[in-house]
């Protein structure tokens, strides 16, 4: 059981690149999140997913897209990739029920340079 | 939207010591949940103790407990014996239990420096 898994650890992009942060969870959770953090600062909500087919904007969505193909996975997109990007990117799951407890991957750290 | 506010930018404790970190929240909700995290130098979010707005008893996990207010919306983490492996970025986090989506919204942060 390897909970909620991040790929890549650290990346580095040139300002208008696109890239795809990777996130897969192998614990059946429907819900699953996208959360930045800036240095310094606690993290924000990008985009989430209440099941597959299913996602929606969070607080700071601009820049990014997202897709729920599957239940295990939830890959997060930059299509031009600008320095205030730079931060890092957290991946989240958890169970509907209300209750539950959300779990987080390892992190990206992305600089865009 | 929900604000979480942690006025401690950063902390120190002595080692063996006890330290209390502040956090308020601003809702109009009845029925949430708030929590701790840990966030080492590694960066992974650890949750250190979780607290139902429901329940009346304060939370407690071994060494770390907290003081809820819910009238003055005031959840305050007291950390016991503390150890150096304490130090660590410490967030508080509100989560409605109300709302689609169940997101977490974060305060800014403490940093706690624990010295021998």
């Known amino acids: 059981n390897a909970g909620v898994t991040q790929t890549p650890k650290f990346r580095i992009l040139k300002i208008g690149q696109s890239m795809t942060l990777q996130c897969t969870q192998d614990?059946?959770?429907?819900?699953m999140y996208w959360y930045r953090q800036d240095p310094g600062m606690g993290l924000k909500l990008i985009y989430y997913?209440?099941?597959?087919?299913?996602?929606d904007k969070g607080e700071v969505p601009n820049g990014y897209n997202v897709s729920r193909s599957t239940t295990e996975d939830f890959p997060l997109r930059l299509e031009l990739a600008a320095p205030s990007q730079t931060s890092v990117y957290f991946c989240?799951?958890?169970?509907?029920?209300?209750?539950?407890?959300?779990?987080f991957g390892p992190g990206t750290r992305l600089l865009v340079l | 939207a929900q604000t979480v506010t942690q006025s401690q930018p950063e902390m120190s404790v002595q080692e063996a010591e006890t330290v209390t970190l502040s956090c308020t929240y601003d809702?109009?909700?009845?029925?949430?949940?708030l929590f701790w995290y840990k966030q080492p130098p590694s960066r992974q979010m650890i949750l250190v103790i979780r607290?139902?707005?429901?329940?009346?008893q304060n939370a407690t996990e071994n060494r770390f407990s907290v003081n809820f207010q819910k009238a003055a919306k005031s959840f305050s983490l007291k950390i016991s014996d503390s150890q150096l492996g304490d130090a660590a970025m410490y967030f508080c986090?509100?989560?409605?239990?109300?709302?689609?989506?169940?997101?977490?919204?974060f305060g800014k942060g403490t940093s706690l420096l624990v010295t021998p």
């Open positions: 997913s209440v099941g597959a087919g299913i996602t």
């Open positions: 989240a799951s958890r169970l509907r029920e209300t209750r539950e407890t959300q779990y």
């Open positions: 809702t109009s909700e009845s029925d949430y949940y």
């Open positions: 607290q139902e707005a429901y329940k009346q």
């Open positions: 614990m059946n959770h429907n819900y």
């Open positions: 986090a509100y989560r409605s239990a109300e709302n689609s989506g169940y997101a977490l919204n």
